[in-house]
Nanobody, 125 residues
Framework: QVQLVESGGGLVQAGGSLRLSCAASGRTRSNSAMAWFRQAPGKEREFVTAIRWSSGITYYSDSAKGRFTISRDNAKNTVYLQMSSLKPDDTAVYYC??????????????????WGPGTQVTVSS
């Protein structure tokens, strides 16, 4: 079992920055990849970014590319999401996810096995 807990969410003005953290515990050695998804009110949960744990290869959605950066700290079993130039459209609950299998397509929600409870990010205009 893997447990994920997000932190770092909050209220920020448009153009500001925020860093989210996701601390993993349990059988973290089995993790193949970790990712961030988000879900805005009335919308489906969508992919934001992912990182392959062993190689560090990263993937970004079009909306995240150039503004968001995903990184990991192997010693702390933690993945981070550095967000800059935030927009009101970034307002959502941000979820951390972990995939056990080495899935080819890390953009798909169904390929992840564990999820954190989420952390709210609100960007005011």
């Amino acid at each position: 079992q893997v447990q994920l807990v997000e932190s770092g969410g909050g209220l920020v003005q448009a153009g500001g920055s925020l860093r989210l953290s996701c601390a993993a515990s349990g059988r973290t050695r089995s993790n193949s990849a970790m990712a961030w998804f988000r879900q805005a009110p009335g919308k489906e949960r969508e992919f934001v970014t992912a990182i392959r744990w062993s190689s560090g290869i990263t993937y970004y959605s079009d909306s995240a590319k150039g503004r968001f950066t995903i990184s990991r700290d192997n010693a702390k079993n933690t993945v981070y999401l550095q967000m800059s130039s935030l927009k009101p459209d970034d307002t959502a609950v941000y979820y951390c996810a972990a995939a056990l299998s080495r899935a080819v397509n890390l953009y798909l929600l169904r390929n992840y096995d564990y999820w954190g409870p989420g952390t709210q990010v609100t960007v005011s205009s």
